[in-house]
């Protein structure tokens, strides 16, 4: 009952001092325009210091406009929409077996974004926001409008992720027509067809939107064919100025073959080569939201969501024992496969946040105070090590009992409070507070060394977060920010259930602390300089990460343990100079030349592997591009090259365990157009023009174990239009 109390004091008071009558007797002020729109020149720039509610004065953030991309959006090509970021860590793993390419930035862990607040139009899209962090559902790229992405310095409005917040925001209704349709066809290499439908209007005081895309590929490597079906829905209803409420229903089904990982020498001798033909994964995803805004006066909105998600992830594979180099062959003595293993996982959670912005004067400046809370419920249930059948098909029937059967339970009460102090016309001051409650709970069994260990825990902890931003206007488009926050990862499920033979985990594991601090200088000279040009430290202290265990012997193993500290410094920097629009102002054509790079600095700084590298920490991350757009033609030429990472803390160059080993550099060519003719857009590109043999993993479970290789050279073409 304290946490209830203590978000009562947060919102309560703010409330109440937002309603309070004013006397007519003294003078009446205008109200005051504020401009919020986002400061960009093309496809990619930074959000104003309020919008929707949101404080984002003195923050690292940065927003990418989709449509204005050449890219394909058919397949999520992750290192072409997002790739414009900083430091943009990418696991290229969604045509190897997993939903989703996973992203993180400053050498955290970019598996299935575990380090990042992932979000859509506003609401948590991942199974359980602290127990279980894994994205396996995002949006068709061709049905997002904007990506918007603060750094650790989200911690304070929306949770304390080291990584941040990204937010998916889909595109709207159109606010002038009852109807219009919309509809992309694009085909391409190994079997790849994607169809991309979606209808919206406006009438009267309501509006709707909707889509429904459906793909499927036969994949670059064999034993990877895959399809899925995605669709979304939402009816708002304007009931007048002041007041809009909605709801929306996004869905996602699939069903997903993995070709398996590799061993370094299988990958040296055939990057495409597949030992895996019975691994199959579904992950159907549903999500319910409910929203409300409400201006309760010219000064004070009210915003209020509310998300449901239920959905599962369930696979029956050929387990990693063995490791990559254990063939999965038939016995010659039975003429049968070895038995797959089975694993089930139910997800749900409920979240509801409030969010209250206030605009309110102090002397002569206007000032900004935000303030809300969370509440969110999470069950998760796991079931796995389930003994399956000697068969090829997606079948999930088992004999006997699982291995293991736990339930994890999550409730989050979170309170927090921002204010912008605008000192000066020029200079604003955000110091702001987040509260955290956590209570975690385990029940069920697991069976180890054939005895049966029963769980009852139940852990609470309450995690109270600070954070300071600064920003200071040298001219009307460009400034210098400055931001320190803390940030928290609490333990996870996927860090408590050890899968394999190969995998232990340590029962001493302990949740990890740290901050994010970020200094910059960012803008927009005219239309044709766009620039964010910074510094970063992140501590990560009692940091949770994989050791290699008796190294060189029969019994080596990968252990994940509380490692040590570790700390990431570093460099980001993104400039974007349009030539055409440099020499003249007016041209209705643009050149444009972007870079946007990272130098990241990620090592241990206590413990055993003091001064090795993080694993997964590339030590640089270098994406070029230069585009050319006109009224008809769009076309836009990228060059990324990531540098090398460790697969684990020991920093071992080559090993017999599927994770531990060297992640090498490489080098990736990407190209694509767009030609439009009135209503009509054709479309085209090549991925990987080179043909790049690469990888952006090791995995010591599924969709492994081993090195999981990303695509080749792939090109696609299609058509787009609007009726």
């Known amino acids: ?91 290229e793993t969604e045509s190897g077996g997993f939903t989703a390419n996973g992203i993180a930035t400053r050498g955290l862990n970019p598996n299935q974004s575990i380090e990042m607040n992932t979000r859509q139009d506003g609401y948590n899209i991942s199974a359980d926001i602290y127990g279980y962090n894994e994205a396996y559902y995002l949006p068709p790229m061709e049905a997002v409008s904007r990506i918007e992405m603060i750094r650790g310095a989200a911690s304070l409005q ?37 169809t991309f439908n979606a209808i919206g209007g406006s009438i009267k005081k309501w509006s709707y939107y909707g889509f429904v895309q459906y793909r499927r590929m ?83 909105s009210l915003n209020v969501k509310t998300s449901l998600l239920f959905s599962n992830r369930a696979l029956v594979w050929r387990n990693e024992d063995g490791g990559a180099e254990a063939l999965d062959e038939k016995d010659p003595l039975t003429g049968e496969y070895v038995p797959r293993e089975v694993e089930n996982e139910d997800m749900h959670n409920s979240t509801t946040e409030i969010r209250l912005l206030h605009n309110y004067h102090l002397g ?20 796995g090590g389930g003994e399956g059948t000697t068969g090829s098909d997606f079948d999930l029937t088992i004999k006997g009992d699982y291995e293991y059967d736990l339930d994890f339970t999550t409730t989050n009460f979170a309170p927090f409070i921002e204010n912008v102090f605008r000192l000066t016309n020029r200079l604003t001051v955000t110091p702001g507070f987040r509260f955290e409650y956590l209570k975690s709970t385990a029940k069920g069994y697991k069976v180890e060394d054939n005895d049966k260990l029963i769980a009852n825990e139940s852990r609470n902890r309450s995690i109270p977060l600070f954070g300071l931003g600064i920003e200071y206007k040298v001219t009307d488009n460009t400034n210098v920010y400055a931001n320190i926050s803390q940030a928290y990862r609490p333990i996870d499920y996927s860090q408590l259930t050890p899968i394999g033979v190969t995998s232990k985990i340590d029962p001493n594991l302990k949740d990890a602390k740290g901050y994010n601090a970020d200094l910059g200088y960012r803008g927009t000279v005219n ?45 980001e920097s993104y400039i974007e100079f349009n030539l055409l629009k440099y020499l003249n102002q007016q041209s209705k054509k643009g050149l444009g030349i972007f870079n946007s790079l990272a130098i990241t600095d990620a090592k241990y700084t206590s413990g055993e592997f003091k001064g090795n590298r993080v694993e997964a ?45 060297y992640i090498p550099s490489y080098s990736v060519l990407d190209v694509s157009a767009s030609y439009k003719i009135k209503n009509i857009a054709f479309k085209a590109g090549v991925n990987n023009i080179a043909d790049k043999a690469y990888f952006t993993r090791r995995t010591d479970e599924y969709p492994g174990p081993g090195i999981i290789p990303s695509i080749g050279r792939m090109m696609y073409v299609g058509i787009s239009a609007a009726f």
Request: glycine share 8%; charged share 15%; with cysteine.
């Open 1 to 91: 009952m304290k946490c209830y109390y203590l978000i009562l004091l947060f919102v309560i008071p703010i409330t109440l001092y937002a309603q309070q009558p004013k006397d007519s007797s003294k003078t009446r002020y205008l109200k005051e325009v504020t401009v919020t729109a986002i400061k960009t020149v093309r496809g990619t720039g930074h959000m104003p210091e309020v919008k929707d509610g949101i404080i984002y004065a003195g923050k690292k953030n940065e927003v990418i406009v989709v449509d204005s991309l050449d890219a394909n959006k058919a397949i999520n090509n992750t290192r072409q929409i997002l790739g414009r970021i900083p430091g943009l860590n990418i696991v």
């Open 617 to 661: 920490a590339a030590n640089y991350i270098n994406r070029s591009g230069i585009t050319y757009y006109d009224s008809r033609l769009s076309a836009t030429f990228q060059m990324s090259n990531v540098g090398g990472a460790y697969g684990d803390a020991t920093n071992t160059k080559l090993s017999d365990d599927p994770v531990a080993g």
């Open 364 to 383: 002569s400046m206007n000032n900004t105070l935000a303030t809300g809370m969370r509440y969110a419920y999470a069950w998760f249930k796991r079931q």
């Open 527 to 571: 239309n044709f300089l766009n620039f964010d040009i910074g510094l970063f430290y992140l501590a990560y202290n009692k940091r949770i990460g994989t050791v290699l265990m008796n190294e060189g012997t029969a019994t080596e193993y990968t252990l994940r343990t509380n490692v040590a500290n570790s700390v990431h410094k570093g460099i």
């Open 218 to 300: 036969d994949g670059w490597r064999p034993n990877s064919q895959q399809w899925q079906l995605s669709g979304f829905g939402r009816v708002q209803y304007n009931a007048s100025n002041k007041l809009n409420i909605g709801v929306e229903y996004s869905l996602l089904r699939n069903r997903i073959k993995m070709p398996g990982g590799l061993s370094d020498s299988m990958y040296n001798a055939n990057p495409r080569s597949s030992f895996r033909s019975r691994n199959w994964l579904k992950s159907p995803w549903n999500l319910v939201s409910a929203y409300a805004n409400y201006k309760l006066s010219p000064q004070t």
């Open 158 to 194: 929306f949770g304390s992720q080291f990584g941040g917040m990204v937010n998916y925001v889909l595109n709207e209704a159109p606010k002038n027509k009852p109807f219009e349709w919309t509809t992309s066809e694009t085909g391409g290499s190994y079997g790849l067809f994607n």
